[in-house]
């Protein structure tokens, strides 16, 4: 499969990082935002101020606010819009799209309303119409500015079609930027997707003061139950364990850069939720996994108290500190997945 053109769909920080990090390599993208005076600004500064700043565009780095000129004839399209906004966006550009196409999704988060991971809102948003496009994931441990400062980095693309993650992997793979592969669509997504539930309570447990042994407790456990519902929503076990699992939440739930356990903290300091998410700019796709996550959880019968109590705290008005000696109170059992 060879990959020309590429069309970037979302100007924020990863979209951002991931077009310069392919620009950088000689590949032309289209970067693509909804906001049209972002776009123009862009354009202006050949820089993403906003999002991304100090990063000049290479000169492969287009930019556009019509996304049928983005993605017309593109190879590669990345998806890289919130989550809650990813269905409309993939809606409108869907048509466009060329047969053949392969569809990467860079998106952390499970829809609310549908339960459904972004390869999930893809696939039910396309018709059987014979397009044969391809549709998987790019995940791991990758702060945006990061990798926008080239630091050495390591993820993981997977798609169904071994030949359509292959051709990701070596479209993204530079000499500080390693892509193994894989074939484990959801299981890499559900790794993504619910790590940031646990980073906000990682980051709950820092702002109460709690030490590294409550860090390193919570981060286990939480593994075991991204792992429960991974697998029973289909997954491997062993990506659980890999850069898209154990791998993004040691970053997520250590590493200061993360919103979500930005979140975190300032929940465990004592702010609401209003108050921490108007502190923020960026999005903190957690809290509204949280809530998929719930509803997923309960329908599919899979035990998961710390999300159980993550929810509690950001829905139901709980305090932090009872959240975390709940968590203690339960029944003793033996240590299982
Ligand atoms: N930043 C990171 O380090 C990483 C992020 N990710 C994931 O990438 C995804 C995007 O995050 P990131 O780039 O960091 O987010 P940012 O907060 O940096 O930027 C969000 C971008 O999405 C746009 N946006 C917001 N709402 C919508 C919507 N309803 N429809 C279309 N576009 C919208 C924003 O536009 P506007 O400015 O107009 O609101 C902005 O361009 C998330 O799922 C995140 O989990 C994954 C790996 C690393
Ligand atoms: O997913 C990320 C790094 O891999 C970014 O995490 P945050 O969204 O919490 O900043």
Same mark, same amino acid.
């Given at each position: 499969?060879?990959?020309?053109?590429?069309?970037?769909?979302?100007?924020?920080?990863?979209?951002?990082?991931?077009?310069?990090?392919?620009?950088?390599?000689?590949?032309?993208?289209?970067?693509?935002?909804?906001?049209?005076?972002?776009?123009?600004?862009?354009?202006?500064?050949?820089?993403?101020?906003?999002?991304?700043?100090?990063?000049?565009?290479?000169?492969?780095?287009?930019?556009?606010?019509?996304?049928?000129?983005?993605?017309?004839?593109?190879?590669?399209?990345?998806?890289?819009?919130?989550?809650?906004?990813?269905?409309?966006?993939?809606?409108?550009?869907?048509?466009?799209?060329?047969?053949?196409?392969? &569809?990467?999704?860079?998106?952390?988060?499970?829809?609310?309303?549908?339960?459904?991971?972004?390869?999930?809102?893809?696939?039910?948003?396309?018709?059987?119409?014979? +397009?044969?496009?391809?549709?998987?994931?790019?995940?791991?441990?990758?702060?945006?500015?990061?990798?926008?400062?080239?630091?050495?980095?390591?993820?993981?693309?997977?798609?169904?079609?071994?030949?359509?993650?292959?051709?990701?992997?070596?479209?993204?793979?530079?000499?500080?930027?390693?892509?193994?592969?894989?074939?484990?669509?959801?299981?890499?997504?559900?790794?993504?997707?619910?790590?940031?539930?646990?980073?906000?309570?990682?980051?709950?447990?820092?702002?109460?003061?709690?030490?590294?042994?409550?860090?390193?407790?919570?981060?286990?456990?939480?593994?075991?139950?991204?792992?429960?519902?991974?697998?029973?929503?289909?997954?491997?076990?062993?990506?659980?364990?890999? &850069?898209?699992?154990?791998?993004?939440?040691?970053?997520?739930?250590?590493?200061?850069?993360?919103?979500?356990?930005?979140?975190? &903290? +300032?929940?465990?300091?004592?702010?609401?939720?209003?108050?921490?998410?108007?502190?923020?700019?960026?999005?903190?796709?957690?809290? +509204?996994?949280?809530?998929?996550?719930?509803?997923?959880? +309960?329908?599919?019968?899979?035990?998961?108290?710390?999300?159980?109590?993550?929810?509690?705290?950001?829905?139901?008005?709980?305090?932090?500190?009872?959240?975390?000696?709940?968590?203690?109170?339960?029944?003793?059992?033996?240590?299982?997945?």
């Amino acid at each position: 499969m060879k990959i020309n053109r590429i069309a970037m769909i979302g100007a924020g920080s990863w979209g951002t990082a991931l077009a310069l990090l392919l620009t950088r390599q000689g590949y032309p993208v289209t970067l693509w935002d909804r906001d049209v005076d972002h776009i123009r600004q862009l354009a202006k500064d050949r820089e993403n101020k906003r999002y991304q700043a100090g990063h000049p565009f290479p000169e492969t780095l287009q930019v556009s606010d019509n996304l049928e000129a983005a993605v017309k004839g593109v190879e590669c399209v990345v998806m890289v819009v919130p989550s809650h906004g990813f269905r409309e966006v993939y809606r409108q550009l869907y048509p466009m799209l060329m047969p053949g196409a392969l &569809l990467v999704s860079a998106t952390k988060g499970i829809e609310i309303e549908s339960g459904q991971t972004m390869t999930g809102i893809m696939r039910q948003e396309t018709p059987n119409d014979g +397009k044969h496009l391809h549709f998987g994931v790019l995940s791991g441990p990758s702060f945006a500015a990061e990798v926008a400062d080239r630091q050495p980095t390591a993820v993981t693309v997977a798609f169904a079609d071994t030949d359509a993650a292959k051709a990701v992997q070596h479209l993204f793979s530079t000499d500080t930027f390693r892509v193994y592969s894989s074939d484990d669509v959801i299981g890499l997504e559900i790794s993504g997707a619910i790590k940031n539930v646990i980073a906000i309570a990682a980051g709950i447990c820092d702002g109460l003061h709690y030490g590294l042994n409550t860090r390193a407790a919570l981060m286990t456990r939480g593994l075991a139950e991204i792992t429960r519902l991974g697998v029973a929503m289909g997954g491997q076990p062993q990506t659980f364990a890999g &850069l898209g699992g154990m791998g993004d939440l040691v970053l997520t739930c250590t590493g200061n850069l993360s919103r979500n356990r930005t979140v975190g &903290l +300032k929940l465990g300091s004592g702010l609401t939720l209003d108050q921490a998410l108007s502190e923020m700019k960026m999005v903190a796709e957690g809290v +509204k996994t949280t809530k998929s996550c719930f509803q997923l959880a +309960k329908t599919l019968g899979v035990e998961m108290p710390i999300l159980e109590q993550v929810y509690q705290v950001l829905y139901e008005d709980k305090q932090c500190a009872d959240a975390v000696r709940e968590l203690f109170q339960r029944d003793l059992k033996q240590e299982s997945l």
